[in-house]
């Protein structure tokens, strides 16, 4: 009974958060994820795929200022692939002893190249709105990569009588339905190499993936030690119990 | 504790035992106090949340040290710092996962030692001196937790240490110098940072103080307990090794399941998503909310539509607290015999839920109104409810010694034996 109450007060707590988050934006339906759930893993192929579409669609305007091309492990990527794609970008380092800055093929220890040097400039060019750096945006938007996948697929005729602006464009899941990007996965976007038809669920659902990977490189890690420790407590917690029954025994 | 009989444990006859305690009664202070140390026999796993308070102030000390190695308070790295941890450094993730969730941990393990001493009484005579160091402690917990969460820089780290402080604003006349030179500046800026981050590393010690005040303050006359009457004799204490050490062990097992369960499966749940975005002054978010256990009192905040009101209502709303002691005319403790009393607990309980419910929304229509109703009630239980519910109300009668439920036939009290009613 006395259980009852508390599980009940953290289950109120927990609506209370839920909702919280819920009330703020439009429905995000969900997807299944390879990487869902207790022993989830991100499904490597798919995010391989989805670095792909970043690399040839999205870095055009996005960063990932988080991402060093060693992160490219993570989804399966050999060293010698890492370095071979590394080596595509340019890397500014210095000062030489010349005192001047440098540019060199980049390794795999350096991060992402950002299109823009910085915020003004990417404004400049996008008609005033800014292409948020993607390295967390399976984290920082309500329904993670959901959202990602709602969002990319979402772009439809606006309904009769909506107002859209300038250069904008109507969107099912984008909070206020008018986003500045345009449509970016295109069918046949992009060519894959495995020979996976790139429709556009195709290749959302892939970005989406390696999104997700990208905001928590760590995911599998957390949920194959999460797993273990949490048979560990039940173990121990059950040993504790029977302890605590044997020590008050004598006492009732 | 002078009705109690003290008698040593073997280990206390060890010579070398025997050799630092004549210098230095360190052993005796841990056998009176932890092993010996009597405790009522009836206490309930409510009791439980106190030992595991304690458990989350260390773990987030440990925690929190080894972030503090890791993490740079300036407004140009801390996010990306933040992001090396959760990266690079090996376990950062679980070490930052620990500390991020562990803070709701904390709040939640506290929230319940709260509500378990408001419904049991805990605050009476003689304990309003512990029950006012429980809200020292509270209060030193909210202000370490509000500006822990101003540290990983995020848009709702920014914007919420400008809205929170931004209300000392509200202060007529020094209001405004007094914000200036809680931010060092002219905004929630690098000084702010840095001295949020230098108060966020100090507040847990000066917590840990308050621990031990309060501990000391409760090992004075002991545990409460669920009757909520005094212990009669020896035969209503059990030594609190190795019952309660075996009672709260079995506890925290359970807590630890229910903590870990949030760490490895589900760690961004209780946070906001908009804390991931880097801080940026230039862009609002579109709704400001604080973290989950502040929400009650946000909307407190926000039921008044007068700036100053709103801001003396939630720190009122804290306040009042300290005056429960006066507040609550019963002379019984426990909510167990009194019969009205727990109508209006748990009609405060969901109450505050409601509070937190409406702090979390756009303060507008429904949540607006609502949150102002649930105001109006929040002091009304204490400042209507319990004065009056002390005149009013007819408890049940009280057993005559915790053990005798206990011990005496069937577990229930027997009306017979009972003492009679405390107000006749």
Redesign the interface.
């Known amino acids: 009974m006395?259980?009852a109450k508390?599980l009940l007060?953290?289950g109120?707590?927990?609506l209370?958060?839920?909702?919280?988050?819920a009330?703020?934006s439009i429905k995000i339906p969900a997807q299944s994820w390879p990487h869902d759930g207790?022993f989830g893993t991100f499904d490597r192929a798919a995010a391989q795929r989805g670095y792909q579409v970043y690399k040839e669609v999205c870095a055009a305007c996005h960063a990932m200022k988080?991402m060093r091309f060693r992160?490219l492990a993570g989804i399966g990527l050999s060293d010698a692939e890492i370095r071979a794609i590394a080596a595509e970008y340019q890397t500014v380092d210095g000062p030489n002893d010349d005192g001047e800055m440098f540019e060199r093929p980049s390794r795999p220890s350096d991060r992402f190249k950002s299109p823009f040097p910085n915020e003004k400039a990417a404004r400049a060019v996008n008609g005033g709105a800014y292409p948020?750096d993607l390295?967390?945006i399976a984290?920082?938007?309500?329904g993670?990569e959901n959202y990602v996948y709602a969002l990319l697929t979402g772009y439809a005729d606006p309904p009769p009588g909506f107002q859209l602006g300038e250069g904008m464009h109507y969107n099912k899941y984008f909070?206020g339905h008018q986003i500045a990007m345009a449509a970016p996965v295109q069918p046949d976007g992009v060519t894959y190499a495995d020979g996976t038809p790139a429709t556009v669920e195709q290749m959302s659902k892939d970005v989406a993936t390696f999104f997700a990977y990208a905001?928590s490189?760590?995911l599998e890690?957390?949920?194959s030690?999460?797993?273990k420790?949490?048979l560990f407590?039940?173990i121990?917690?059950g040993l504790?119990?029977a302890?605590?029954r044997k020590?008050?025994k004598g006492?009732? | 504790m002078a009705k109690y009989d003290y008698v040593p444990s073997p280990f206390m006859a060890n010579p070398i035992v025997k050799w630092i305690d004549h210098r230095l009664p360190i052993f005796e202070l841990v056998d009176q106090q932890l092993i010996k140390y009597p405790a009522p026999r009836n206490l309930n796993y409510f009791w439980n949340f106190g030992s595991l308070a304690g458990i989350m102030l260390v773990i987030m000390i440990v925690s929190g040290i080894f972030l503090a190695m890791n993490y740079q308070a300036s407004t140009l790295h801390a996010f990306d710092s933040v992001e090396r941890i959760m990266r690079d450094v090996n376990y950062g993730w679980l070490i930052r996962y620990i500390h991020m969730n562990g803070a709701s941990m904390f709040f939640i393990v506290v929230y319940i030692h709260i509500a378990r001493g408001l419904y049991y009484g805990s605050y009476k005579a003689p304990r309003e001196i512990l029950w006012w160091l429980g809200l020292a402690i509270f209060l030193a917990m909210m202000a370490t937790a509000f500006m822990g969460y101003v540290l990983p820089w995020g848009q709702m780290s920014f914007w919420g240490a400008t809205v929170i402080t931004n209300l000392f604003s509200a202060i007529p006349v020094v209001g405004d110098p007094i914000v200036k030179w809680l931010w060092g500046g002219f905004s929630v800026d690098n000084p702010t940072l840095n001295r949020f981050f230098a108060l966020h590393y100090l507040l847990p010690f000066v917590i840990a103080g308050l621990v031990l005040l309060h501990l000391w303050a409760l090992h004075v006359h002991g545990s409460n307990n669920p009757l909520g009457i005094d212990a009669k004799g020896p035969q209503d204490k059990i030594p609190f090794h190795p019952y309660y050490t075996a009672k709260d062990a079995f506890g925290l097992g359970v807590f630890l399941i229910f903590f870990a369960y949030f760490v490895f499966f589900s760690p961004y749940t209780l946070g906001h998503p908009d804390n991931w975005i880097e801080a940026n002054p230039l862009v609002t978010p579109p709704h400001i909310v604080p973290e989950w256990y502040f929400l009650p009192f946000y909307a407190i905040l926000r039921a008044v539509p007068d700036k100053l009101g709103g801001v003396l209502l939630m720190f009122g709303s804290i306040l009042i607290l300290f005056l429960l002691p006066w507040l609550d005319t019963s002379r019984v403790r426990s909510g167990r015999f009194r019969p009205a009393f727990r109508v209006f607990f748990w009609i405060f309980m969901v109450v505050t839920v409601v509070l937190g419910w409406c702090g979390s929304q756009p303060a507008e229509g429904l949540p607006l109104i609502l949150g102002q109703v649930s105001t109006v009630l929040y002091f009304a239980h204490f400042l209507v409810f319990l004065p009056l519910l002390g005149w009013f109300e007819r408890p049940r009668p009280l057993p005559a010694s915790i053990a005798e439920p206990v011990l005496g036939g069937g577990g229930a009290p027997r009306a017979a034996a009972s003492k009679p009613m405390e107000k006749a």
């Open positions: 006395r259980y508390s007060a953290a109120l707590l927990a209370s958060v839920g909702s919280a988050s009330a703020e207790f988080q992160n948020p390295s967390l984290k920082n938007r309500v993670g909070p905001a490189p760590h890690a957390r949920n030690l999460g797993v420790v949490m407590l039940f121990f917690t504790l119990y302890t605590k020590i008050w006492l009732h």
